[in-house]
Nanobody, 116 residues
Framework: QVQLVESGGGLVQAGGSLRLSCAAS????????MGWFRQVPGKQRELVAL???????NYADSVKGRFTISRDNAKNTVYLQMNSLKPDDTAVYYC??????????WGQGTQVTVSP
């Protein structure tokens, strides 16, 4: 069982920055995949940024060059640094971890609101 606790969301003006954190209760070192998704009401949850077990990092086209995903294995924590935020980035952001056996876990979500 893995529990994920997100923090760092909030209200920011366009052009500002936020840093999201996701602390995992168990080790994330051997995760198959881990990262961040986001969702707005009425739309499907979408990928924002993801580490894969092969060592690659995937970003949504809409956030490339503005968002950076990182991890601290010693702290079992994954981060999302969000710069140059836009109103379209407003969403609930969810942390995601997939274990090597394929079982996936989601955090409770943290609201990010970007005002014009």
């Amino acid at each position: 069982q893995v529990q994920l606790v997100e923090s760092g969301g909030g209200l920011v003006q366009a052009g500002g920055s936020l840093r999201l954190s996701c602390a995992a209760s168990g080790s994330i070192f051997s995760s198959r995949a881990m990262g961040w998704f986001r969702q707005v009401p009425g739309k499907q949850r979408e990928l924002v940024a993801l580490f894969t077990s092969g060592g690659s990092t995937n970003y949504a086209d809409s956030v490339k060059g503005r968002f950076t995903i990182s991890r601290d294995n010693a702290k079992n924590t994954v981060y999302l640094q969000m710069n140059s935020l836009k109103p379209d980035d407003t969403a609930v952001y969810y942390c995601y971890v997939q274990r090597p056996d394929g079982l996936a876990y989601w955090g409770q979500g943290t609201q990010v609101t970007v005002s014009p």
